[in-house]
Every structure is written in C-alpha cells, then in structure tokens.
C-alpha cells in the first residue's frame, strides 16, 4: 500500500489534473488537443489504441460478472458443492456434507501436504464457465453462455451511449454511486464475522521485504493509471466537455482522492470476508486471498458460499462489479467515438455520430469474441499484462515531455492561469517538470531489468504468445515516432531544423474552442480593411455548449445542439 500512495501522490493526481487541464483549454479529445504540439499527435493515437485494447478485453470481464449475476438467482449457488458433474475427485468443498462444520482438520492436511486442494469455485470456473483449455494456441470451441452475455453488455454500453455525453451523463449517477451502497452493505456484512480482524490486519500489514522490487512500484503505478485513467484519452476526452472556467484542479484533487479512498474501502469489504474465510478453513489469510480474475471469480465467490443467503450477497456483489466495469467501458468508447468524429469534422459524420458509436460497438463485440473461447482468460491475460501496461507510461512519461519542455511550460502555466484565475501550485509545477517523468522513467527501466514472464496458474505462456503480447504494447508506443516522423517529412522547411521547429510549434488554431475566451495571445489580429468583414467562428463550437447564453444553435460532434455566441 505504501509505494501505491507515492504513486498516487507524485504521479497520479499530478497527471490527473494535467490530463484534465490539457481537455478542458482545447475543448478537444485526445486526437485534437495536440494542437499545442502537432509532431506529438502520435500520443493521442497510442492512447486511442491502448483504449481499444482496454474497451474489448474489459467488456469480456463484464459479459463474465453478468453471467455470474444470471445464475446466482437462484436458491444454492452452483459453486457451493462438489456433487456437480464438472467436479473432480480432488475437490473439497467447505460446506460438503461429508466434511465437519469448520472442515479444518481435513482441509488444513490437504494444504500443508504436496496436494493441492481444489475448491467448488475453482473447479466452476475453470471446468465450467471457461471450460479451460490446455494451451493458449488451443481455442477450442466458443463459449455461448459467455457469448451471449458479452452481447449483452455490448448492448447495454451502445444504450448508454446513444446519445453521446448527455445520456451517458445520466446514466452515471447510478452507475458511480450505488456501488458505494453494495460496498457499505457487504462491508458492514463482513465485519460482523468471526475472523474479519486477522483478513484486515493481513491487508494493513506492510511487506517490508518487497518495497525494493521494481514489480511491486509497477504494479502500484499500473494500479494508478488504471483506477484513475491516466494515458488512456478519456480523462482528456470527458474534460473537454466542461465549460471553460470550471475548477478542474479542484475537481482532480477531489476525484482522485475519493478514488483512493474508495479503492482502500473496498480492501476492507474483501479481505474481512476472505478473513472469515481462511478462519473457517482453519488457514492462514495468504492461502485464501488471490488476485485478478482469481479474486474476483474464485476465492470470493467462496467465501460468499459460507454466508446466510449466499444466492443474496453474490447477487449484490456481482451487480456491483458490473456497474463498475460499464462505468469505465462508458469512458473507453466515448473515447474512441469522439475522437474519430473529431478527426474527419466534417457535418455528415457530425450527424451521425450514433451510427459511429454502434460501429465502433459492433466492431467490440466481434474483436472479444476469441476471448469467449476456452483459451479466452490466456488472451484476456495477456493483453491485460502487455497492451495497457508498459504503454500507460510510455505514453505519459512523453506527454509530460511535450508539454512541458516542447510547448513550454511557462506557455502551459499561463494558459491554466488564464482559464482558472491562477496558476498551477508549485508542487505540480515540480511533478510536471521533473517528479512524475523521472519516477515513471525509473519504474520502466527496473521493470524491464526485473521482467518475469507472465503465467496463470502453473500454467507458462509460450515464447510465441509473449513475442504477441510485446507487439501489441508496442503497437501503441509505435504510434508515437511514425506520426513525428511523418509530420516532420510533411511541414515546411529547407532544412530539417527548421522542419523539426514547424512540426513542434503550436498550431494556429490552439487555444480556447470559443471566441470570447480567445484573449491576450489567443487573441484574433485583423487589419482595420478586413476587420469589418470577418468575424470569428468558434473553432470546436460543440464544446461550447455550456458556455453560450442565447445564440443560434450548432449542430456539434457529439450529436447535440451547442451554441455559437461569439462573433467579430
């Protein structure tokens, strides 16, 4: 937990509000806001594919919480027992009729002995709701239960969506809060159970021995980028919606602490019911607790087995993880939506943006389809561990870089000065220029000294399954020196210094999306023989549409009506 709290202190509130600042002055997504530095606009593409990887594995998560939602209605779970016919000889179940009510003597002998005990859940979730195969080359056959639920969720994230921010604004209120209510309740359920102490002690109880390893600072920094969306394009994309004066430095702060707290909160709802667990087992915190898709489909659907009206808890449960995850893949598609509508800006695809949110759906589901296969969780893993980890800092770390050295970061300050009244406090001031990109560049370097391969279980990846999962972290850090490299061949110059200098300088058409926030060095110059025949356009007036009072509206990209009020 400690190298978490640095990582959210020094790097992940700081890129936080630098990513939400970033938005909220352009008005752009995560394509136009590089503007500011055009060579640079390759970090806006490797965010728009790391948030593709992210939005077709993480709804495959989802498609697996609404299966378990589906059939935990129902009066004993299926994963309580061992008499099933998916069921191994070596499975040992808590609550089997053969065993004693705490089970300990038998289930305690099995763990301290070379075998290894097999739980109901495990056995489920491997044997059934995967039906696991062998190899990760080994597909096999499509999973329709898991299929059918990956539709579903598909479906549910286009309804959402289908009117752009303003329905997905909606939708939100109860998709971020009413997990705050599944957690109080699973949490005031957990600590009146005998043994929920020792699971909270074990998950307060620092590991001294590990804080050297770099693993552990990039697991803290990937769980940072993750729970906060940093490097993603999302933050940048959500942001450019605000009116133009919001507090935003306000906002992150807020956010990302609440964030932080509520990552802790739910540490305690876990491990005090994974304390009643391993007390119930009659073993040690560690033998219990598990992470990943282990965690969340194995040892805690368990130990909810071994509460009063289980089929109840699993239900609020399993709700809970499925809100979570639409509330992030929300992000994730309008992400990709509103950048690919930016892009091409032209009326026609303005209109039909619906239509490109149902594309960019239908391509989702048909790109997660391999991953409801029985060699589904390896592909699911690997793209977890290679696709949006190294990337995540790779893309941040030169973010930083290019706003702060090659923008400038005295441009940088005074444009967050002129939008919220003053600048940025010195402490992020310090973590923009020098903090956050040395700490980030650190945890890449060692993590790559001290990289392990990935593996599931006893199960070890092959060396042509790695090789994949380094293509596809590169195919988004890639994105970054091919766009620069075209970019400088493409700008004007005799030279390639002064190529370098065209590609690096800020466009003419950056700064604010309306007019009237157009001031000081943004401000339009016109000759008194022209002044009278022009008048200024707001350059992005969809952005806009909370900042205007009573004008004309706009059709803009996100399918809405905005206003355009500014005119010279």
Not at 129 to 151: A, F, H, M, Q, T
Not at 192 to 215: C, F, N, R, S, V
Not at 311 to 336: A, D, R, V
Request: proline share 5%.
């Amino acid at each position: 937990m400690f190298p978490y709290f640095i990582m959210l202190v020094f790097c992940g509130i700081p890129l936080f509000f630098m990513e939400l600042s970033f938005g909220q002055f352009a008005s752009q997504g995560c394509l136009g806001v590089w503007r500011v530095s055009p060579m640079f606009k390759g970090v806006g593409y490797g965010m728009m594919v790391v948030s593709t990887y992210i939005g077709i594995y993480y709804n495959v998560v989802i498609c697996i919480a609404f299966y378990y939602f589906f059939v935990s209605m129902t009066r004993v779970l299926p994963w309580t027992y061992c008499s099933n016919t998916w069921n191994t000889p070596d499975c040992v179940g808590v609550l089997d009729g053969n065993l004693s009510s705490r089970a300990a003597l038998n289930i305690t002998r099995l763990l301290n002995t070379t075998q290894k005990r097999t739980s109901p859940s495990e056995e489920y979730w491997r044997r059934y709701v995967l039906d696991l195969s062998d190899d990760i080359g080994n597909l096999g056959e499509v999973r329709l239960p898991l299929l059918g639920c990956l539709g579903v969720s598909w479906v549910v994230v286009f309804l959402c969506l289908i009117k752009g921010v303003k329905s997905s604004g909606k939708v939100v209120y109860f998709t971020a809060t009413f997990p705050y209510v599944v957690l109080t309740i699973l949490f005031v359920r957990g600590i009146t159970l005998e043994g929920a102490l020792t699971g909270i002690m074990y998950y307060l109880t620092p590991q001294w021995d590990k804080i050297l390893d770099a693993k552990v600072w990039g697991d803290a920094a990937s769980q940072i980028f993750y729970s906060l969306g940093c490097a993603w394009g999302g933050l940048i994309t959500m942001a450019s919606y605000n009116k133009f004066h919001n507090n935003c430095y306000r906002d992150s702060i807020i956010i990302s602490i609440t964030n932080c707290a509520t990552s802790v909160y739910a540490g305690f709802v876990i491990f005090s019911i994974l304390g009643f667990m391993a007390n119930h087992l009659g073993v040690d915190v560690s033998k219990v607790a598990d992470h990943g898709p282990g965690l969340a489909f194995v040892a805690y659907p368990e130990a909810l087995t071994l509460l009063p009206i289980s089929p109840l808890w699993s239900i609020l449960f399993f709700f809970m993880l499925i809100l979570l995850g639409l509330g992030t893949q929300f992000c994730l598609l309008e992400t990709l939506v509103t950048a690919i509508v930016d892009e091409v800006g032209n009326e026609w695809i303005i209109r039909r943006k619906t239509f490109v949110t149902l594309g960019v759906a239908v391509a989702g589901f048909l790109l997660g389809v391999p991953l409801t296969t029985q060699a589904g969780i390896y592909w699911l893993l690997l793209m977890d561990n290679y696709a949006a980890s190294f990337s995540l800092v790779v893309i941040s770390c030169i973010m930083c870089v290019a706003i702060m050295y090659i923008y400038g970061h005295h441009n940088y300050f005074k444009d967050i000065e002129m939008m919220l009244g003053f600048p940025p406090p010195l402490f992020f001031q310090i973590c923009w220029r020098f903090i956050s990109p040395a700490i980030i560049f650190f945890i890449l370097v060692f993590t790559v000294i001290q990289y392990r391969p990935i593996s599931y279980n006893d199960y070890v990846y092959p060396t042509w399954a790695i090789s994949i999962g380094f293509l596809m972290a590169l195919s988004s850090v890639i994105c970054i020196p091919i766009y620069a490299i075209y970019k400088v061949c493409c700008s004007e110059g005799d030279t390639l210094l002064e190529r370098l200098k065209n590609a690096t300088k800020a466009s003419k058409d950056w700064g604010p999306a309306l007019a009237e926030h157009r001031s000081g060095r943004y401000a339009p110059v016109f000759s008194p023989s022209t002044e009278s025949h022009l008048e200024v356009q707001p350059l992005q007036p969809e952005k806009g549409r909370s900042e205007a009072a009573a004008a004309s509206p706009v059709q803009g990209s996100n399918g809405s009506a905005h206003s355009q009020d500014s005119r010279l």
